[in-house]
């Protein structure tokens, strides 16, 4: 890490990181959750290493769900939590409802401002940042975002509030412009919004899955109003969206897996295994299919993962094998879908469940990707830049539980200390750095950052009688965090 990126460690009331070098305090059970600065960041206005959102409480938990570089220089965070947390403007929370938040903070970590609603799901909203520095938000709530700290509104209603996908759209400064939510009164065709982009007029794309009918969907919606321009939907037995994005002339791709054929007007991706992967781009005027392609070669079953869209119309494709063991990336010509080039990624051993990317000012790729590596090490993120042409990475940087040991049985009780880390989103601040949100538990080593969560270092046990995995989750309280990390 450059000795020139200061720390800011979110800590318990006067607890406070005084380096990277000397680790991260324990956090005493009772404290709740706080926002502290450490090495000067706020009054030199320097870069910060670590921002981490710990829980008050046993049980609580906090999970960052989504960043994005705002056009000023600045960050734009998203995350969700249980209980109660300061993410930077004053403890507060929900009764009886996870809360959802997104928040624009100053590059030393300075919130500048930070919108919160009521959530249904610990997978916490996504965000979108277009050219103006409008914000807009994809999440599960009951109401509109507004001012942190301003009491949930009263529902009004005999069936009371349900919890609906919605969109909404915030001014730079994080005023609402409008907000749309999605149909939920027939289960068949529930849906549930994944991805947001935001194209150069400013216009809001999301696409998603279909809860029982397993087809996916892309909408775009006007950027003044939310008028929906088009629907389209890419039709399937079984599929899913792994990845979203907008290229230069308004079109979108849109990428994933299905588990059969997947059409879309006239356009076909045929079967190739238990699990096939497709790239779809789709005009920007009515959303109709300019192509439909399988993801890899036929002898090769492959699953697209995430996909971006760079300056000159082109698209990287990060995918993985079936089986889950290697992870490629490719580029594209966006106007056909033919390939360009593909490299596979080095990886150590283990599975890919995830994977994230951005493309740097000058278009070359740093991916993100979410690993599971065996008995010693549960869970682990690897960072990848790339040319943007390809070839011999130009540097990687590895994100894991710092300190592990395997299951054990001890005079009657079960001990675990199989801490777990999910990079969950990731934006590209320039050639040599990135920033990187999710969520750890214990400690862990964030590119060269320590972080440790609450409790990380007491022993944990379990009766052998009891609900093993509900008696783990209740001391494996996640942190958020949120690491600059630098080449």
Same mark, same amino acid.
């Given at each position: 890490?450059? %000795?020139?990126? !200061? ?6 009331? @006067? ?5 990277? %070098?000397?680790?991260?305090? @324990? ?10 600065? =450490? ?28 960043? *994005? ?25 929900? !009764?009886?409802?996870?809360? @959802? ?8 970590? $300075?919130?500048?401002?930070? $919108? ?42 005999? %069936? ?12 730079? /400064? ?60 890419? #039709? ?7 990845? &979203? ?24 991706? %045929? *079967? ?17 299919? #300019? ?25 990287? &494709? ?21 390939? #360009? ?18 493309? /740097?000012?000058?278009? =070359?790729?740093?991916?993100? +990707? ?7 090490? *549960? ?41 777990? +880390? /999910?990079?969950? @989103? ?19 080593? +964030?590119?060269? &950052? ?7 270092? /007491?022993? $944990? ?21 949120? =690491?600059?990390?630098?080449?």
């Amino acid at each position: 890490m450059n %000795s020139r990126f !200061a720390i800011v460690a979110i800590v318990a009331i @006067s607890a406070a990181l005084a380096s990277a %070098s000397a680790g991260c305090a @324990s956090m005493p059970s009772h404290a709740t959750i706080g926002f502290a600065s =450490a090495s000067g960041a706020e009054l030199t206005d320097r870069p910060f290493g670590l921002l981490r959102f710990t829980p008050g409480g046993r049980g609580q938990m906090v999970t960052g769900s989504s960043v *994005k570089r705002h056009p000023s220089g600045d960050l734009v965070v998203a995350g969700v939590w249980t209980g109660k947390a300061d993410v930077g403007l004053g403890a507060g929370g929900l !009764a009886n409802t996870m809360t @959802s938040f997104v928040g624009r903070y100053s590059p030393s970590g $300075r919130p500048r401002w930070v $919108r919160w609603m009521s959530s249904s799901s610990m997978d916490g909203p996504r965000v979108a940042v277009d050219a103006t520095g409008g914000v807009t938000v994809l999440a599960t709530s009951r109401y509109a975002p507004r001012p942190f700290g301003t009491p949930e509104p009263a529902c009004g209603e005999k %069936s009371g509030c349900p919890f609906t996908p919605t969109i909404h759209v915030l001014s730079p /400064e994080g005023e609402p412009r409008w907000s749309r939510a999605f149909p939920i009164a027939d289960r068949r065709e529930e849906m549930h919004p994944e991805h947001v982009v935001t194209d150069a007029s400013g216009d809001v794309t999301v696409a998603g899955r279909f809860g029982v009918k397993g087809d996916v969907f892309v909408a775009r919606y006007a950027s003044a109003s939310g008028t929906r321009r088009w629907f389209s939907r890419l #039709r399937s037995s079984a599929s899913a969206a792994h990845g &979203l994005a907008a290229l230069p002339n308004g079109d979108v791709v849109v990428t994933g897996y299905t588990t059969g054929e997947m059409r879309i007007d006239d356009a076909v991706a %045929s *079967k190739q295994g238990t699990m096939t992967g497709y790239l779809a781009c789709l005009a920007a005027a009515d959303g109709t299919a #300019r192509w439909l392609d399988v993801v890899g070669p036929a002898s090769t079953a492959s699953i697209g993962m995430a996909v971006a869209g760079d300056a000159a119309g082109d698209v990287f &494709l990060v995918s993985r094998s079936a089986f889950s063991d290697h992870a490629s990336l490719a580029k594209l010509t966006g106007a056909t879908g033919a390939p #360009r080039w593909s490299r596979v990624l080095p990886t150590p051993p283990g599975q890919i469940r995830g994977a994230a990317i951005d493309l /740097e000012q000058g278009g =070359a790729p740093v991916v993100a +990707l979410q690993l599971t590596m065996g008995e010693t090490a *549960k869970a682990a993120a690897l960072i990848v830049a790339l040319p943007a042409e390809g070839g011999v990475p130009l540097w990687s940087r590895q994100l894991r539980t710092h300190s592990l040991r395997p299951d054990r049985r001890d005079e009657g009780q079960r001990v675990d200390a199989s801490w777990s +880390l /999910e990079a969950v @989103s990731m934006a590209s601040l320039g050639p040599a750095e990135v920033v990187v949100t999710g969520w750890f538990t214990g400690r862990a080593d +964030l590119g060269g &950052l320590r972080a440790e969560g609450p409790w990380a270092r /007491e022993r $944990r046990t379990c009766d052998i009688d009891d609900d093993y995995e509900a008696c783990k989750e209740d001391w494996s309280e996640r942190s958020m965090f949120v =690491a600059r990390i630098g080449r």
